[in-house]
């Protein structure tokens, strides 16, 4: 009786692992705020930007990498003249290999992520199970990004948090039905394949960029600004 169950969980994880996983993207907090800046345009082409990436809870010294390699191409696309660094905290831990100018760094666009929160249903994933995937399980994952703009004496322009929510549906019941429904659907309004991971860096990327421009605005008045006369 044992060695049949045991056959059973070993035969159930292998159907789980096969069978479709439809994740669905939910901006939470700042995500979905306006955007005005065009992410396709070049709106920086004077700027100089250290985007620097923060190691943590969520990110580890790969998916840090990754995100500041995105960050730098989407602002390079946009004109901007960038490097990106890796750090933990304040401390910085590495550099992509760019070329250095004597010209110093205009702005520092600051990126740490979080996770905020996790749950996964335990009576969904025992009926999962039990059901060979027919009845989907659920999980669901809270996310902060924690953005934060310097000029380039260090002097603090903006900073904000988006957050957002990742929820995961496994079983071969939804993921067929995702599937079907996907065939009826336009193409922006798709779930299945990686719709999920494009609606979050369109939403990300136009923040982004909304922050730096006018991160950048607010820096170019200051410094038309006179001292104040002693």
Request: glycine share 6%.
């Amino acid at each position: 009786m044992r060695a049949s169950l045991t056959s059973f969980v070993a035969v159930t994880g292998l159907l789980l692992l096969s069978t479709g996983c439809v994740h669905v993207y939910q901006p939470v907090s700042g995500l979905n705020a306006p955007v005005v800046v065009d992410p396709g345009a070049r709106n920086f082409p004077d700027l100089k930007l250290e985007v620097v990436c923060n190691q943590g809870e969520l990110l580890n010294r790969q998916e840090a990498t990754v995100l500041c390699q995105n960050a730098g191409t989407l602002f390079r696309n946009q004109g901007a003249q960038v490097t990106t660094r890796l750090g933990t905290g304040r401390s910085y831990t590495g550099a992509q290999a760019e070329e250095e100018d004597e010209r110093p760094i205009d702005l520092t666009l600051e990126l740490t992520s979080r996770e905020v929160h996790t749950f996964n249903d335990p009576l969904m994933w025992t009926l999962c199970v039990l059901s060979v995937s027919v009845v989907p399980a659920l999980s669901e994952t809270s996310f902060e990004l924690d953005v934060v703009i310097r000029d380039g004496s260090g002097f603090l322009l903006a900073t904000d948090s988006l957050e957002g929510r990742i929820i995961k549906r496994v079983g071969i019941g939804v993921w067929a039905l995702e599937k079907a429904l996907d065939l009826t659907r336009e193409d922006d309004e798709k779930i299945a394949k990686d719709a999920a991971e494009q609606d979050l860096s369109a939403d990300l990327y136009g923040q982004l960029s909304q922050m730096v421009f006018n991160a950048q605005m607010q820096w170019e008045v200051l410094q038309q600004v006179p001292p104040p006369e002693r």
